[in-house]
Nanobody, 121 residues
Framework: QVQLVESGGGLVEAGGSLRLSCAAS????????MHWYRQAPGKKRELVAT???????HYLDSVKGRFTISRDNAKNTVYLQMNSLKPEDTAVYYC???????????????WGQGTQVTVSS
């Protein structure tokens, strides 16, 4: 139904920057809110940033002021600009999209395969 492909992860030194991209394709009726999650080894997956279909944004407190989510609706692509990276930002980052307004879509949304971000100290 919906396929998500992330890119842009990698290894960066503390204080550096990375930009993640997530391209969505498939059933556009199920592509609405866009989210970035992350999961560090031994930890639960956590929501990092959200951009709703209306353009509202929400951030995890620990990334506020450092990360910026944006989207290009024409390309069905969402980005996560990550600045001033810290070792504790190291995780696999996942893209997710959902549309709670459409009962034909998966309630939990759709997930990408993840991209590894490693921040060295």
């Amino acid at each position: 139904q919906v396929q998500l492909v992330e890119s842009g992860g990698g290894l960066v030194e503390a204080g550096g920057s990375l930009r993640l991209s997530c391209a969505a394709s498939g059933d556009t009726a199920c592509i609405s809110n866009m989210h970035w999650y992350r999961q560090a080894p031994g930890k639960k997956r956590e929501l990092v940033a959200t951009m709703t279909s209306f353009g509202s944004t929400h951030y995890l407190d620990s990334v506020k002021g450092r990360f910026t989510i944006s989207r290009d609706n024409a390309k069905n692509t969402v980005y996560l600009q990550m600045n001033s990276l810290k070792p504790e930002d190291t995780a696999v980052y996942y893209c997710n999209t959902d549309n709670p307004e459409n009962s034909e879509c998966q309630l939990a949304g759709y997930w990408g395969q993840g991209t590894q971000v490693t921040v060295s100290s």
